[in-house]
């Protein structure tokens, strides 16, 4: 994915909802233990909000970006802007928390 299909599908659709990008990488363990997780909460949140995943070795250029330096990596991006961002390894119900607690914030804007 470059810059341009970055925009298209992650920062024009958070104008609409949030959207959560998923900075992973084949060779990362802890990415393969959250990649399930985070396909059961976007099948589970009643399209509040979309998901989009992100090689970082196919997308070197989003990653510099967005400084992402290690995968896992999740950010939350809403009406274009980043305003969530988290590293590492979160259980399910550690992270549909962490993503509520996100979506709370947009809402109280």
Same mark, same amino acid.
């Given at each position: 994915? $470059?810059?341009?299909? !970055?925009?298209? &599908?992650?920062?024009?659709? %958070? ?6 990008? =998923? ?23 009643? $399209?509040?909000?979309? !998901?989009?995943? &992100?090689?970082?070795?196919? %997308? ?6 967005? =400084? ?30 962490? &993503? ?10």
């Amino acid at each position: 994915m $470059n810059l341009i299909e !970055f925009e298209n &599908i992650v920062l024009k659709p %958070s104008q609409v909802k949030p959207v959560i990008v =998923d900075f992973w990488a084949t060779w990362c363990d802890p990415c393969k233990i959250l990649d399930p997780i985070l396909d059961e909460l976007a099948l589970e949140n009643n $399209n509040a909000w979309a !998901f989009v995943k &992100i090689d970082t070795d196919e %997308s070197k250029d989003i990653a510099t970006e967005y =400084d992402i330096l290690g995968v896992p990596a999740i950010r939350i991006f809403h009406k274009g802007e980043l305003i969530g961002k988290f590293n590492g390894l979160m259980w399910k119900k550690d992270m549909e928390r962490w &993503i509520g607690e996100q979506l709370e914030m947009i809402n109280k804007q």
